[in-house]
């Protein structure tokens, strides 16, 4: 039998676990309500983070450049609860996934470095989940480039509390001001200084804790997964007059200049998720009928030339007269033959079974794979 001792520690165990929870999720009033949400015992959690939020424990103060608010239409299903969570994968490397204002950093990496490097332990925190020293913080923050989310997106957020690091999901805000390494991926949410990785897909039901904002569509999630390479620049969207920018990786705007080859579509958010609404492909036009070729004559039937040496009818070859200078050779007389013909293997040698040859560097198990199409999964 258990005795009450080990049951009131198991106990304790347990709650305790129940209230590290609830303060990972729930640090501040706006994290606490789940206005438009049903949570259930089962369900993941994913939290809500507007564009000024900075969200249950942060490592820094804001960092982000004053910017307006993200205009956004509200969804056709927002408010009645039918619309299907769906987390759409982009890669980083796609044009257009990022803005930002020409010649403006959306955020002051030089400030979030002196924030970050004052405080060791959250030094020491934020290091360790970035996978760097944490003499390496300003090094590190400066190789990453200030830009504007262009549309809500999950990551996997970590919150700093009593000298521990927190992960949990959330979708941040289209507009939300971060810094985004050199495979476009997001790793500093400047609102905050909370370092930032790929998010998790849930394996099962998803609960959205927070307050939902204008325009907030769960079927319009995105996903960031690493280009394929580094890359030395971003081809982001300027958000002052919807044109293309070119951002050098690693600089807060200064070097930014319009591409040299600019993407050959217009700036648009629909770019990012694939739209029903889009028109398929043309119909091509009913094709014309033409005119019916002229019927060909019957064909003449003609003698064999060797068998009537008489005039041919019109249209026919003349007949043929043998050449006396000319005699067929000795072994063959000009008729074919009944007997198989004999094969010396001395001479030809021995017939080699064919061999299905494949072609050099052909695998069976690898997939194409469509950089330029978004992937769901399953959120």
């Given amino acids: 039998m258990r005795s009450p001792r080990r049951f009131r520690c198991v106990a304790l165990a347990a709650l305790s676990a129940g209230v590290l929870l609830a303060v990972a999720g729930c640090d501040s009033a706006a994290d606490r309500t789940t206005k438009g949400t049903t949570g259930t015992a089962e369900a993941e959690d994913v939290l809500l983070q507007p564009v000024a939020e900075p969200g249950p424990g942060p490592f820094t103060k804001s960092t982000a450049s004053a910017a307006p608010s993200p205009s956004a239409t509200r969804s056709p299903q927002e408010g009645d609860g039918s619309a299907t969570r769906t987390v759409h994968r982009v890669s980083g490397a796609v044009p257009g996934l990022y803005g930002g204002v020409r010649s403006e950093a959306s955020c002051d990496v030089e400030q979030q470095a002196r924030l970050l490097t004052a405080d060791q332990d959250k030094a020491r925190a934020f290091a360790e989940e970035a996978g760097i020293e944490a003499v390496q913080i300003p090094g590190y923050l400066r190789s990453l480039t200030p830009v504007t989310l262009r549309a809500d997106t999950q990551v996997t957020n970590h919150g700093y509390s009593a000298g521990t690091t927190t992960a949990f999901q959330a979708?941040?805000?289209?507009?939300?001001?971060?810094?985004?390494?050199?495979?476009?991926?997001?790793?500093?949410?400047?609102?905050?200084?909370?370092?930032?990785?790929?998010?998790?897909?849930?394996?099962?039901?998803?609960?959205?804790?927070?307050?939902?904002?204008?325009?907030?569509?769960?079927?319009?999630?995105?996903?960031?997964?690493?280009?394929?390479?580094?890359?030395?620049?971003?081809?982001?969207?300027?958000?002052?007059?919807?044109?293309?920018?070119?951002?050098?990786?690693?600089?807060?705007?200064?070097?930014?200049?319009?591409?040299?080859?600019?993407?050959?579509?217009?700036?648009?958010?629909?770019?990012?998720?694939?739209?029903?609404?889009?028109?398929?492909?043309?119909?091509?036009?009913?094709?014309?009928?033409?005119?019916?070729?002229?019927?060909?004559?019957?064909?003449?039937?003609?003698?064999?030339?060797?068998?009537?040496?008489?005039?041919?009818?019109?249209?026919?070859?003349?007949?043929?007269?043998?050449?006396?200078?000319?005699?067929?050779?000795?072994?063959?007389?000009?008729?074919?033959?009944?007997?198989?013909?004999?094969?010396?293997?001395?001479?030809?040698?021995?017939?080699?079974?064919?061999?299905?040859?494949?072609?050099?560097?052909?695998?069976?198990?690898?997939?194409?794979v469509d950089p330029g199409v978004p992937e769901p999964f399953a959120g």
């Avoid at 769960?218 to 580094?230: E, F, M, N, S, T």
């Avoid at 044109?243 to 579509?265: C, K, L, M, Q, S």
């Avoid at 091509?284 to 060909?296: D, G, I, L």
């Fill in 171 to 368: 979708v941040l805000q289209a507009g939300t001001a971060v810094l985004v390494d050199s495979r476009g991926l997001p790793r500093v949410r400047c609102t905050c200084g909370n370092p930032l990785d790929r998010p998790v897909a849930a394996k099962g039901q998803v609960t959205h804790r927070g307050e939902r904002w204008p325009g907030y569509d769960p079927a319009r999630i995105l996903a960031v997964d690493p280009g394929v390479k580094p890359a030395g620049s971003l081809v982001i969207v300027n958000t002052a007059d919807n044109t293309w920018i070119e951002r050098t990786a690693g600089d807060d705007g200064e070097r930014d200049r319009t591409p040299a080859d600019p993407p050959p579509f217009e700036p648009s958010e629909d770019l990012l998720f694939p739209s029903p609404d889009r028109p398929s492909d043309p119909v091509p036009p009913p094709s014309t009928p033409s005119t019916p070729a002229p019927a060909e004559p019957e064909a003449t039937e003609c003698p064999d030339p060797s068998d009537d040496p008489a005039e041919p009818p019109p249209g026919c070859p003349p007949p043929m007269e043998p050449d006396p200078g000319t005699e067929a050779p000795d072994d063959f007389d000009g008729m074919p033959t009944d007997e198989p013909w004999e094969m010396e293997e001395e001479e030809f040698g021995v017939v080699p079974e064919p061999t299905q040859v494949f072609p050099d560097g052909l695998d069976e198990f690898d997939e194409p």
